[in-house]
């Protein structure tokens, strides 16, 4: 079946019905097209088959070029052009109607490739929120339950029970943890929503930050510096998009850099159109061979596996992201036992950002 493909009509009569269309299916002179031919009719009054005189004459034209657009040995319409003129089209119009023809027909495919690989993420990502969300409330209510029986209000328990109760309640706090990263990973797939009219503060974003960490590093016995340079302008953003990056790479850092190491966090006005967050520790580092991969969705380096068994391989995929949906950039240098430094910078310009959510 051809699909539904109209023509380009540059010249048209005072009389033509905007909302008029010409069917190829319906049109004798659009078929023989779609067969192949390149058409030029030049002149309606004579020299062309009566059937062709008679669609090009109800139509209001008296001369007619037309191509087929095909791609891959399929034709998915006709690029075609009317006038009022007689004679309007010349015999060498043919060969540039058909370069032309192969090229539109060629965006017109990549057009639709793009727009059902668009269709398919967004199916994907209505389903993750649909699952997460699903999941979430019987999780949420176990976790309810397990707090009320932990601290004795179904029945006395024993010291034993309650460990167990913890580790459990552990858990599913972890698994929880992973469904909250697999929403936030969903709705920023999700490009269809318009980004919110948020501005975010970089300087208020770097005094939360390290008010939430540095109890962590403390107790850790780590050295955690923020440096953040005065009077940054606010970077227009989607609701949560950079305190879930800077939470995620502020965690990272505390959790693989041993006790006695340090975290330091950079935020500063990179040049006139860019803000640059550089977050550096001494930690255990990448190694070289699995930092293409470190971007990747539950993805876990190996020595990272081997210092903690926490971890959903989800916060650095959240965190390309989240860079992406800022139309920034995202970059890291590592070297295995000897730590990493990792680079973000994020344009100003508000419409630079892409739609989020």
């Not at 119009?93 to 023809?101: G, I, K, Q, T, V």
């Not at 005065?230 to 989607?238: E, K, M, T």
């Not at 850099?257 to 977050?279: D, H, L, S, W, Y």
């Not at 990448?286 to 081997?306: T, V, Y």
Request: proline content about 6%; overall charge negative; some cysteine.
């Amino acid at each position: 079946p051809i699909p539904p493909i109209y023509q380009a009509c540059p010249m048209l009569p005072d009389s033509w019905d905007e909302d008029k269309t010409i069917k190829l299916e319906r049109s004798p002179l659009n078929q023989r097209c779609v067969l192949g031919e390149v058409l030029v009719a030049g002149r309606v009054e004579g020299g062309e088959p009566l059937q062709l005189r008679q669609e090009l004459r109800d139509l209001g034209f008296r001369s007619a070029v037309l191509a087929p657009l095909s791609v891959a040995d399929r034709v998915i319409g006709t690029l075609s052009f009317y006038s009022r003129a007689a004679d309007r089209f010349a015999a060498s119009d043919p060969p540039f109607l058909r370069l032309a023809a192969e090229l539109v027909a060629i965006a017109i495919d990549n057009a639709r490739a793009y727009q059902a690989i668009e269709d398919l993420m967004g199916e994907r990502a209505q389903s993750m929120l649909e699952t997460a969300h699903n999941l979430r409330a019987p999780l949420g209510a176990a976790l309810s339950k397990l707090d009320l029986l932990r601290e004795g209000y179904l029945g006395e328990v024993n010291d034993r029970q309650v460990e167990h109760i913890v580790q459990l309640e552990d858990r599913l706090r972890a698994l929880d943890q992973t469904i909250g990263e697999l929403l936030a990973i969903a709705r920023m797939r999700d490009w269809s929503r318009e980004i919110p009219d948020v501005v975010v503060d970089l300087v208020e974003l770097a005094l939360k930050t390290e008010a939430t960490f540095r109890p962590v590093a403390d107790a850790k016995g780590l050295g955690l510096e923020f440096d953040t340079e005065p009077d940054l302008p606010a970077i227009p953003s989607g609701a949560r998009l950079l305190d879930q990056l800077m939470e995620n790479l502020v965690s990272n850092a505390i959790k693989y850099t041993p006790t006695g190491g340090k975290v330091a966090v950079t935020v500063f006005r990179r040049n006139p159109e860019t803000v640059r967050i550089q977050i550096e520790d001494s930690g255990i580092g990448i190694p070289e061979g699995e930092q293409a991969k470190l971007f990747q969705e539950f993805f876990r380096a190996s020595n990272a596996k081997r210092t903690t068994r926490s971890g959903t391989g989800l916060g650095l995929a959240l965190v390309k992201r989240a860079v992406e949906r800022h139309n920034g950039r995202i970059r890291l240098d590592s070297q295995e036992g000897r730590g990493t430094i990792v680079i973000v910078d994020l344009p100003l310009d508000r419409g630079a950002v892409r739609d989020a959510s």
